[in-house]
T-cell receptor
């Protein structure tokens, strides 16, 4: 039972354009959401997060949007750069629990 | 430059053999997590420890997997006997209690069981 879903295994975007990565979740107990970025042969690294009390969090070129009613979040990268090519994982946490539940990942390729 | 280290980076073994993967968490971190990455499931949590005590290993096949922290600087994940379906990349991550957004991942161990 996949509680965090990333339905697009891959995405290709032209350099300079906006990249939008999507994530859906089923467990209404999740209260904190994170995005991790992973390069080949490396472990995932934390990118950006959002609490359920917010609907938007911005950090430079990266913005995460949360729609609780739809149980949906998205990561926007603008403008996209070649170094953004990586696998992006969405993750979620239940309040008071250190466990993270991850999605299956989306491979983003930025086309120069 | 503090980072999580994992050994070995790659392991190829035959079905039925014992496999031991090691992780050195970042000094001072008191939580350690073991994950397995597969194409179908993404990153699955296998087990995690706080202050060396196992808190949750519900994601781990109990009959063949075991996870331990002999001391604060070493976490181990063992598979005995290994099976082809165990082939995956295994990640260790460490962090600080109460700060789940700061899980720092190691580079992973790529396990291939033939």
């Amino acid at each position: 039972d996949q509680q965090v879903k990333q339905n697009s295994p891959s995405l290709s975007v032209q350099e300079g354009r906006i990249s939008i990565l999507n994530c859906d979740y089923t467990n209404s107990m999740f209260d904190y959401f994170l995005w991790y970025k992973k390069y080949p042969a490396e472990g995932p690294t934390f990118l950006i997060s959002i609490s359920s009390i917010k609907d938007k969090n911005e950090d430079g070129r990266f913005t995460v949007f949360l729609n609780k009613s739809a149980k949906h979040l998205s990561l926007h990268i603008v403008p996209s750069q070649p170094g953004d090519s990586a696998v992006y994982f969405c993750a979620a946490r239940i309040f008071g629990n250190e466990k993270l539940t991850f999605g299956t990942g989306t491979r983003l390729t930025i086309i120069p | 430059d503090a980072r999580v280290t994992q050994t070995p980076r790659d392991k190829v073994t035959e079905m039925g053999q014992e496999v031991t993967m090691r992780c050195q968490p970042i000094l001072g971190h008191n939580t350690v997590f073991w994950y397995r990455q597969t194409m179908m499931q993404g990153l699955e949590l296998l087990a995690y420890f706080r202050n060396r005590a196992p808190l949750d290993d519900s994601g781990m096949p109990k009959d063949r997997f075991s996870a331990e922290m002999p001391d604060a600087t070493l976490a181990t994940l063992k598979i005995q006997p290994s099976e082809p379906r165990d082939s995956a990349v295994y990640f260790c991550a460490s962090g600080l209690d109460g700060r789940p957004y700061e899980q720092y991942f190691g580079p992973g161990t790529r396990l291939t069981v033939t």
